[in-house]
């Protein structure tokens, strides 16, 4: 499709989504459920003082962990003011959500409003610049030599990476705290989040004792940042991505670079209402509970105006994603090749792509173009690691088509 056309269909679609009242607010289901889930929280607690046995403290911490995921939900849905339309009320609520992880709603808010400014952005997107994972050959290229050494084996150990994500909401965002919001702002959130430190290890501690404390934090907040990072990785995560220079209507960027994932009260659950990620991207205001009728409003529309949506099974999704970090991670390992090697396979897939054209029985238009590219690649003279690759990627690209092409003939 024509990521570059200037079309605006976002205010038809608007017009659609607001006549069926999709963007009215519906506070009391938030409220209800932040009362519930600061009860099953509190629930954590109280019975790790009835049982005490070191398995059911493993269990007890993965409980609680669900828990911190709807947490972390609420958070998101009060930082994009889905719950209340006055800003400071949405603040309250987001920031009590916060505190059950011991995280800031102000320096986790920043961040992701310059996701959904550019999502996929491969310069701009704050949730694609992730320690020891690249998901773009340009990432590759410009990484530092840790990631750059580490970054052919991520889709091995990715999801071992995601259990640290808590860590790096609480801690890797205190930086951008301090330097985008006032004194009197993030000394509020600062201290807070001190505060639930003290009282979070303090009650571990006087409950279950000093090794259990560590064991139940450890497990507790693994299995958070996990289920956190399962939820969020499949949104994006292997979808088209652009560059500066690209050109592409806002529209367009929101719905190609998002996937969504089949509906079901399970999956709505664990994934937060963060499985209707177009319509999320495309509404960030509209409250949780309207995206599903969204989600139908919004596929209908995209199908009129032939705009690719990607709807897809849980289990394709996360093989889509760790598909792509394999494909990148391919790519950085391919760069420690020498170059020799790189041209002697450039030769071979060469001479192959030659065989498949001197073979197809008709002579048209992908004959020609096929015959050209060869040459324009035989024309170069020099070519390092990348050249090389990106000659490799072209050559297969049109070895399939060509294939393709004598099958549909013969």
């Not at 605006?8 to 006549?19: I, Q, S, V």
């Not at 972390?72 to 889905?82: K, R, S, Y």
């Not at 071992?160 to 330097?179: D, E």
């Not at 991207?281 to 009728?293: A, D, G, I, Q, S």
Request: glycine share 4%.
């Amino acid at each position: 499709m024509d990521y570059t056309s200037t079309t605006n269909h976002f205010p038809e679609l608007r017009k659609r989504a607001a006549d069926e009242g999709l963007f009215h607010r519906a506070p009391m289901r938030s409220l209800i459920s932040l009362v519930l889930t600061t009860a099953g929280y509190i629930g954590c607690f109280v019975t790790l003082a009835i049982v005490q046995n070191v398995w059911f403290v493993i269990l007890d911490a993965i409980c609680l962990a669900i828990i911190c995921g709807q947490f972390g939900f609420l958070m998101h849905d009060a930082g994009h003011h889905q719950i209340f339309r006055r800003a400071w009320k949405n603040t309250v609520f987001g920031s009590i959500a916060a505190l059950a992880n011991g995280t800031s709603l102000h320096s986790w808010v920043f961040g992701h409003n310059e996701h959904h400014e550019h999502p996929n952005h491969e310069d701009l997107d704050p949730d694609i610049d992730i320690y020891f994972l690249a998901y773009s050959e340009k990432q590759v290229d410009e990484a530092n030599p840790i990631l750059r050494f580490f970054a052919p084996y991520q889709a091995l150990y990715a999801t071992v990476l995601y259990t640290f994500v808590v860590y790096f909401m609480r801690y890797g965002n205190i930086p951008r705290l301090i330097r985008h919001y006032k004194p009197k702002e993030y000394l509020v959130d600062l201290t807070l989040m001190a505060l639930w430190h003290v009282a979070y290890f303090g009650t571990l501690y006087f409950l279950v004792g000093f090794w259990n404390m560590l064991l139940f934090a450890f497990v507790h907040h693994a299995v958070t940042g996990l289920h956190l990072a399962l939820a969020f990785a499949p949104n994006h995560k292997g979808m088209p991505m652009f560059q500066r220079d690209d050109k592409i209507n806002w529209f367009t960027k929101q719905v190609v670079t998002s996937r969504n994932i089949y509906s079901h009260p399970l999956t709505n659950f664990f994934y937060g209402g963060l499985n209707f990620q177009i319509e999320h991207h495309l509404f960030p205001t509209m409250p949780r509970v309207h995206l599903k009728k969204a989600h139908e409003i919004t596929r209908a529309f995209c199908k009129e105006n032939d705009v690719d949506y990607c709807e897809t099974s849980i289990i394709e999704s996360y093989k889509a994603v760790y598909t792509h970090l394999a494909e990148i991670g391919q790519y950085a390992k391919s760069l420690r090749k020498p170059v020799a090697e790189l041209q002697q396979q450039l030769h071979y897939l060469l001479k192959e792509l030659e065989a498949d054209i001197d073979a197809l029985t008709h002579v048209d238009e992908l004959r020609l173009i096929a015959k050209q590219h060869v040459q324009k690649i035989k024309a170069m003279k020099t070519m390092q690691h990348k050249k090389l690759l990106q000659a490799q990627k072209e050559i297969r690209e049109i070895s399939s088509v060509v294939r393709a092409s004598r099958l549909a003939k013969a």
